[in-house]
């Protein structure tokens, strides 16, 4: 069974930082692309940044790039996906997800990851 679970969300105030976690499980995902991607109150989900099997990365933008950091730890069986979040502002504020693909492809394409874990809540206050 595909799993994809988050943690590590919570309450931060402005300018505070965040380590999320997404462990995959029922798959071959150590040779796949993973994401993470984040949906604020009535808004699309948003890409965030990729990695690949090998440890290429993508981001959304060069200020993105700035405050986050993926990285991932491919294990035998499971995978772990990290995002490391730093100067984090009210902005910020979303349902963070983590996703994979069933290749090994960068993208920040939603349509175009297969797998999705619930999400972890991320608040900042100001």
């Known amino acids: 069974q595909v799993q994809l679970v988050e943690s590590g969300g919570g309450l931060v105030r402005a300018g505070g930082s965040l380590r999320l976690s997404c462990v995959a499980s029922?798959?071959?995902?150590?040779?796949?692309?993973m994401g993470w991607f984040r949906q604020a109150p009535e808004k699309g989900r948003e890409f965030l940044a990729a990695?690949?099997?090998?440890?290429?990365?993508?981001?959304?933008s060069a200020s993105v790039k700035a405050r986050f950091t993926i990285s991932r730890d491919n294990a035998e069986n499971t995978v772990t996906m990290y995002l490391e979040m730093n100067s984090l502002q009210p902005e910020d504020t979303a349902v963070y997800y983590c996703?994979?693909?069933?290749?090994?492809?960068?993208?920040?394409?939603?349509?175009?990851?297969?797998?999705w874990g619930q999400g972890t809540q991320v608040t900042v206050s100001s």
């Open positions: 990695i690949t099997s090998i440890g290429g990365t993508i981001y959304e």
């Open positions: 029922g798959h071959t995902f150590d040779s796949a692309t």
């Open positions: 996703a994979a693909r069933k290749d090994s492809v960068a993208t920040s394409d939603v349509l175009e990851y297969v797998y």
